[in-house]
């Protein structure tokens, strides 16, 4: 059994990942011991609005969830609406949840404190990350490196909304975060045909009625970007990756965040050939078995069909 600490901006791909993460929880083979939010797909309190409803519709309604950090460490909040929908679930309006006002970094000593090798994923920008300070066994989706950003012409969403953040959790890594970057999450995309497949798999899963409206927002997005009527879904791919369920190869880089620049912001390098002369940061995730994430995916379905119907 794997604890983990999810930290996310749920999201379109947050939500996968979380309901992901809740088919594992129930069938024993991770503990979810509590989610927390950032501002980034939408703001903070809305990202564990949507946290708590895909949790309780995965039967985890006692996973603590609770709000992290308002804002960015230094720049303004830009969140991303026309990326994941006015309420960050595409077309679905969660409606009002009640939400923990525990304090968020007393959930991540305690989780630490409880759990030697808890597994700590961070899905959204790295405010909280940065906030706290090191944690080991942090797994991270952000940054694009020697691959075209999503944001800007070299900076990947998360790294962008957050570059100091960023900037600061990497500078004060004390052993290698697991970076899951754009050149391998982009590669595992969901369309219309795999997403009826999955739904047929969760079959009396409650959050299964909601996804075709939470993807048709993410398919329209991602088509008027020209990559096609698809979803890359990023998050999930990290938390497979976090978790060892699929098999990748990572490097042992040292990482650095431009923060400062208008024009770079969020921009992130990595010294392949020792330049810097500086201690390792980070375990660059270069390649991953896309189709073992799909099958590992329908597994995690089945589980949470079959949970959901010894339940009712
Ligand atoms: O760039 C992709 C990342 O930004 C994902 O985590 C997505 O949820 C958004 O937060
Ligand atoms: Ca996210």
């Known amino acids: 059994?794997?604890?983990?600490?999810?930290?996310?901006?749920?999201?379109?791909?947050?939500?996968?990942?979380?309901?992901?993460?809740?088919?594992?929880?129930?069938?024993?083979?991770v503990e979810i011991v509590g989610a927390t939010t950032t501002a980034?797909?939408?703001?903070?309190?809305?990202t564990a609005v949507n946290t708590r409803w895909v949790l309780d519709k995965c039967g985890l309604g006692n996973v603590p969830v609770v709000?992290?950090?308002?804002?960015?460490?230094?720049?303004?909040?830009?969140?991303?609406?026309?990326t994941h929908g006015e309420f960050g679930l595409g077309y679905i309006n969660p409606g009002a949840q009640d939400i923990s006002r525990d304090?968020?970094?007393?959930?991540?000593?305690?989780?630490?404190?409880?759990?030697?090798?808890?597994?700590?994923?961070?899905?959204?920008?790295?405010?909280?990350?940065?906030?706290?300070?090191?944690v080991q066994n942090t797994t991270l989706m952000g940054g694009s490196y020697l691959y075209p950003g999503n944001t800007t012409p070299t900076a990947e969403w998360n790294t962008w909304v957050d570059p100091h953040g960023?900037?600061?959790?990497?500078?004060?890594?004390?052993?290698?975060?697991?970076?899951?970057?754009l050149g391998v999450t982009e590669r595992f995309t969901i369309n219309p045909q795999t997403l009826n497949t999955l739904i047929d798999a969760l079959g009396t899963t409650p959050i299964a009625a909601y996804l075709p409206e939470m993807l048709r927002f993410y398919f329209e997005f991602h088509d008027s970007q020209g990559e096609g009527y698809l979803a890359q879904i990023h998050d999930l791919l990290t938390v497979m990756i976090a978790l060892g369920k699929i098999p990748f190869n990572t490097r042992k880089v040292t990482v650095d965040v431009e923060a400062d620049s208008e024009l770079m912001r969020g921009t992130t390098v990595v010294d392949l050939r020792g330049h810097w002369g500086r201690k390792a940061n980070a375990l660059l995730v270069d390649d991953v078995d896309v189709d073992a994430a799909h099958a590992e995916l329908l597994r995690a379905?089945?589980?949470l069909n079959r949970f959901a119907s010894e339940v009712t």
């Open 1 to 29: 059994m794997i604890p983990v600490l999810i930290d996310c901006d749920t999201g379109i791909d947050d939500a996968l990942a979380l309901m992901y993460l809740a088919a594992l929880h129930h069938e024993g083979e």
């Open 103 to 134: 304090s968020w970094q007393d959930i991540w000593r305690n989780a630490i404190a409880q759990y030697a090798d808890l597994q700590l994923i961070v899905t959204g920008p790295a405010t909280n990350l940065a906030t706290f300070g090191h």
């Open 301 to 303: 379905a089945i589980l």
């Open 67 to 82: 709000v992290g950090e308002p804002v960015p460490l230094q720049v303004p909040l830009t969140t991303t609406p026309e």
């Open 40 to 46: 980034g797909n939408v703001d903070v309190q809305q």
């Open 166 to 181: 960023a900037k600061q959790a990497f500078a004060q890594a004390k052993d290698p975060i697991t970076v899951c970057s």
